[in-house]
Nanobody, 115 residues
Framework: QVHVVESGGGLVQAGGSLRLSCVVS????????MGWYRQAPGKKREYVAH???????YYVDFAKVRFTISRDDSEKTVYLQMNSLKPEDTADYYC?????????WGTGTQVTVSS
């Protein structure tokens, strides 16, 4: 059974940084794309970024300058470095991993940015 577990969320002041981590375990297949979505209170879940198996990265516009996605395949982990955080970045951040026949999601890690 595949497990996806996020960590690294928390409370931070505006302008601060956080590094989210997401570890994938239990897959007998290679891990292809890994990425992040977020969901702010009262809003729909939105795409943030993803990284392919070859290391190509993609970002939504708001994340292109302030966020960096990376992965460590030896640790089956994807990271999201978030800098210059703003109150509007407050959300639950969800990680996913494409492995084998499916896409697997974590249960999220909460990020709160105070003004």
């Amino acid at each position: 059974q595949v497990h996806v577990v996020e960590s690294g969320g928390g409370l931070v002041q505006a302008g601060g940084s956080l590094r989210l981590s997401c570890v994938v375990s239990g897959s007998e297949y290679r891990i292809d794309d890994m990425g992040w979505y977020r969901q702010a209170p009262g809003k729909k879940r939105e795409y943030v970024a993803h990284i392919t198996r070859r290391g190509t990265t993609y970002y939504v516009d708001f994340a292109k300058v302030r966020f960096t996605i990376s992965r460590d395949d030896s640790e089956k982990t994807v990271y999201l470095q978030m800098n210059s955080l703003k109150p509007e970045d407050t959300a639950d951040y969800y990680c996913y991993a494409d492995t084998g026949p499916g896409r697997y999601w974590g249960t999220g890690t909460q990020v709160t940015v105070s003004s």
